[in-house]
């Protein structure tokens, strides 16, 4: 039998000098479009440079998200941390 969704809420800071994204409503925007993995600017709540994430999906499914999370993150990783261009 699947485990039932886990219900948890997160805020994350984003570290955005390390990425190549502006702010954090364009990383929930290029999160969602490229992942398909939805997390909440915390610009809509007052707290700018921060997301919301929620997960309140079976495990199998959140192991799913974060995978794709992380490659998001290598992807957008700023040249000038990787030393380079991204690969």
Known sequence: AELLAMLALFVVRLDLDTLDVA???EF???LQAEEGVGVLPGSCFGAPGF???V???PARELEE???RVEGFMKRHVSPRESG???P
């Open 23 to 25: 702010d954090d409503v």
């Open 28 to 30: 929930a925007r290029a």
């Open 51 to 53: 997301c919301r994430v």
């Open 55 to 57: 997960t309140a999906v």
């Open 65 to 67: 998200a974060w995978g």
């Open 84 to 86: 380079g261009a991204p």
